[in-house]
């Protein structure tokens, strides 16, 4: 299907559930679609950073992509991330994730890589003019170690080169000149902007914004999918309320003991492991070198759930 | 062949010459090649951050080590990139150079995903598990965004999982840690320790390195072999007037002017200019999104080789 | 007077006027305040990082302090940052600038140093044992290059440690952790919680900021109140209608040429540029080492004011 | 006395004790400076890192120079920090420490506030043109943030702005690039280039430095005098030798629990506690808000110790 534009709502980056041994887990992976579904989101963003598309190999994204697509079978809009560290090795996954069936790829600046606005511009130039869908931008600085410039981004929206934003950076300044500016250009119509951050999903919206893509919509799609009409409807005292139960509930990220694992064992560890208690997914298991939770970490993540009333 | 236990010596990281088209120039890589070997090093690294590895496909790191090792035929060993973001997909890079003929791999630590001491132990322990050739990790915070820390290098060298180190840190007392502390660990044998860093390459051995990595070895080979014996000579002040003349030439990684081109393109720009000045390789095209040498800078590589006599 | 708990409404980071000599202009620096009370601000911080309290002597600080609290003459909450590197050299600004009226100080992490959490906290505990005054929470990681962690921030708070916390880091996230936190943690009473981005500040507001010290607010006073009026009445089209104004009006701050200065420069120059064609100061000159605005960059300062509808 | 052109040699930052009720111990000081003497110093940097300068009050910084001073009686060179934020208050510090006694002052880049390589340059030759005795420059990246590009050091030496270089950036690459710099380069004579790197003096010296400044030289004053009289003497074997020693000492700065301190408390502390075992200084307090070592962490400083024979 064609990706609206602009694309608005709710668009959960989609977490790949594994087996014990670290295979994808389609039978688990449908289920967490249709949950999704169920939840009422308005598109689905695979392979991206909640997707751990970082530790996921080409043949087990290809897979994601595959069975993700066939089963939607074009009910929502379907984004597939294409994250790797340079132009080239971008175009491969471009190509293979478009085949499988994505209707729109989702690309960061050059990592590893030293960097210049530039570099950065003629990397997206190039991408747009090989892919056979549209290409959004994915700033991600935390990631990426580049945070991409607001005026680099109209630029670039404007010559047609970039159809959407998704923005992680928590800069919301920064994604305010985004929002503002891809309204007033003359040249830009169409132009997606999208907030990464789940805590301030009420904020963005309120400025402008034309959608969310919250990882922890994994968990809790209904929670955020009500947190977009409440914003819509101007109804910003149940919005609040809303943003803030979700807060409290993504406090989850911080339950991994810092001393044992980083921030991403943790965070993706919880939202697993939240999905498992919830009966989602068959199995908790984030990709290697991450760390394993704990009972008791786990056991942390349930008075999460249980507090944000999903359990 | 297997890989001597230390490793010593110069062990250029080849660069990977490009067509107009960007695609790899096997005939001009078997040249360079050829050029590395008749300067007299002892090793060659295929697939690293000099060889724009953040730039290949996979088709492309494969031909490349497909070609090097089928020319090399073992007379000398031959080590091979596997960069990528984490465990899963490095192994994936294990295997397909090791299937081609790499002597041993060359790994960082995880990247883009945030990372911690605990998963990158983890993840040198479990691709030293898989790996049927011996694995070397590569220390390039400037990359990867994480300094190896001496003490985890250590470990896992005295646990056997890792057979060497490359120090691209330019950290010389963090380098010089482990340099000690592999000599006078019990548990450590043949543990190769390698610095990647052009400008101190003497310093280096004078503190016990068991070699370099020298990106700037593809364009004087015959200079870092001589610094190289020199040095094992103890003939410290013409070591000294060699890596000087040595340093002056490396000047020409900054050749590109920094408000049109970020550092990778300086460097890698201006070592594969000169070696196409010097007629080893066809056209000097960097991989895509670096910006290309004008021709003014074209020509301030020239004068470099010129001045340490190499034209 | 007595610091109200919390402390709420607009707060302006106070410019400090400098003569063509480079000292404090006091005439300029009144009549700066005039026009801020004018504006109908709710209180005053003087030696923030607007302020250029980095550039200032100690002399100077102090003659700041004295000057704007005998003009205020109790009229207004007066604010004074103690900004030094570590815990002894703040302790004796607070001395200072509290003998010349401050009725609360501002304080950062340590910074130069190499620092942790629990030296902050013993940090902010010993200056608030020794000081007469509350201590504000000064988060600035641009300049400190550490964020202070938010439950850092909350536990200090239920201590009686902290009276409130100005941030400026730019994370909407992060903040609203501390805004939820010091609502709903029964320990905490009166702790004012102020952002200090100038263009989030409706967002700020909307989910439940005490404030903003908008360092913009020098320029146009009366649009910072006018914003936070509109917020505390619920009509957030309005506010968000003349918060976009002050975005573009801050654009402001991006004039200077980055090839000739750094963003200080660009920024302060900027505003006391302003402040100048706004006939508020005497002279737009900004303190050493920073680099002059020239004549097109302060042309373009006066597009932005005239754009504004403030010329 | 006027600087040695240039000054060569082992020119401790001396470290200030401290009274438990964290007052300058000046009998302890000038015990140190006894000690140091004995040891064969060639000069004395006092407000330095080492000497916890960032923590010093302006009277504290004061006591230092004149105690020092008084007591030196020009038998050596005097090199008195002068640091703090921005180009005013540098200059503030300077006249205080020049009017107390001090034969150099030693400046770092602005920091707190953003900066720019014009900005740098200004204020040296800002604070050169107000300075009575010479200015040396301070490259510490990781207090300042802000690395010192080696050309900049190069054209302000040659301008006659600045007489030396301290170099803690660990950057022997970049510091060689200013030792070569310095030694061709027709316009600059008497320029002095000092490492700051305590585990690499043997490798500085060898490529051409003209004396170090390593903090552990309060603990073993005799030991980098030592090591410097062998490198002078081109015995690289014994030279190495007595740095491995040196290095192997050094070790103690990380004797602080990481969960419990930041990197200054745990290095600072045990240099203090190594001199007080060692009989020098009469208390090993450090300066707030610096965590204390524990009793277990003090005994392994003294382990260190003895395994250096100095116990």
Known sequence: MNLPTPLTGVVPPVCTPLTPDREVDVDSLLRLVDHLIDGGVDGLFVLGSSSEAAFLTDGQRRLVVKSVAAHLGGRLPLLAGAIDMTTPRVLDHVAEVTEEGADAV???????????????????????????VPVVAYDLPMAVHTKLPADLVLELAADGVLAGLKDSSGDLGGFRTVVTGARTHPG?????????SEAIVDAAL???????????????????????????????????????????????????????????????????AALHLRGVIACAATAEPQVPLSEDEVERVGKHLAAAGLL
């Open 206 to 272: 309120a400025l402008g914004a034309d959608g969310a893509v919250p990882g922890l919509a994994n968990v809790d799609p209904h929670g955020y999918v009500r947190l977009h009409r409440l914003c819509r409807a101007g109804d910003w005292d149940r919005a609040r309320a809303e943003q803030e139960r979700l807060c409290a509930l993504f406090g989850m990220v911080g339950v991994g003991d810092p001393a044992r694992m980083g921030g991403s064992s943790s965070a993706l560890g919880a939202f697993k």
């Open 106 to 132: 989702v690309v960061t600046a050059p990592f590893y890589t030293r960097t210049h606005p530039a570099e950065i511009a003629r990397h997206y130039r190039r991408i747009a003019a090989e892919s056979p």
């Open 188 to 196: 830009i119509t169409g132009f997606s902007v999208l907030t990464g």
